[in-house]
């Protein structure tokens, strides 16, 4: 079965800082991978995915994700941070079965201090 | 274009009672799923839709959830009766189709707590 894994259950940077949020799939196949992120009370944005082509991907607000198939990741980077980026960070993998389902790992907190 | 729309936004009841939540997706988008966030946890999938047929309900715990999608577009979400376990946020998420091009739209979910 497949599965995601973000080593990081929160992560603080400071403002102006770069960012990189780790994840880890597993999958015996070429992955569909994603980052979502989720803001207090808001549901799951989609910021960028990777179906296949070049592995580094650019998404909205500035993030960008890079497939590395050799180490099974999938990290998520921003060069500078912002205060609005805290939020939660989810890593997903979809695998297609006679339909789309996205597997999610357990999320990284991002804390932005000024 | 009008989001995922899912209400109540918040609730809490006693163990034992029942429990509805409700979606509208995004108009046009012909597949639906749910989702249980646990607290620390990404969202599992409870059940997809596409139009009125639920094509993936393995994760459902069909003793006390069901769900329904009459017409193929607004959707229920029901436990009964509900235990202290299930409080989580129930997510709604909706798409065009189910192709692995079509962009999942998460709703802001409803937040249930069991007491």
């Known amino acids: 079965a497949q599965s995601v894994t973000q080593p990081d259950i929160h992560i603080t940077v400071s403002e102006g800082a770069s960012l990189e949020l780790r994840c880890n799939y597993s999958y015996g196949a070429t992955p569909y991978l994603f980052w979502y992120v989720q803001s207090p009370g808001q549901g799951l944005q989609l910021l960028l995915k990777y179906f296949s082509g070049d592995t580094l991907v650019q998404g909205i607000k500035g993030f960008e994700a890079e497939f590395k198939r050799s180490q099974s990741s999938f990290n998520l980077r921003k060069p500078s941070v912002h205060w609005s980026d805290a939020a939660e960070y989810f890593c997903?993998?979809?695998?297609?079965?006679?339909?789309?389902?996205?597997?999610f790992g357990a999320g990284t907190r991002l804390f932005v201090k000024a | 274009e009008a989001g995922v729309v899912q209400s109540p936004r918040y609730k809490i009841i006693e163990k034992k009672q029942p429990v509805a939540f409700w979606c509208n997706p995004i108009s046009g988008h012909n597949t639906l799923y749910w989702y249980r966030q646990n607290l620390g946890q990404g969202p599992e999938l409870l059940i997809r839709y596409e139009n009125e047929e639920a094509v993936d309900d393995s994760q459902l715990p069909k003793d006390r959830f069901s769900a329904e999608r009459l017409k193929g577009v607004d959707s229920t979400l029901k436990i009964q009766p509900a235990e202290l376990g299930d409080s989580a946020v129930y997510l709604c998420?909706?798409?065009?189709?189910?192709?692995?091009?079509?962009?999942?739209?998460f709703g802001p979910g409803t937040r249930l707590t069991v007491l």
């Open positions: 997903a993998v979809g695998e297609y079965t006679g339909g789309f389902k996205t597997i």
């Open positions: 998420a909706s798409s065009r189709g189910l192709a692995r091009t079509d962009t999942q739209y």
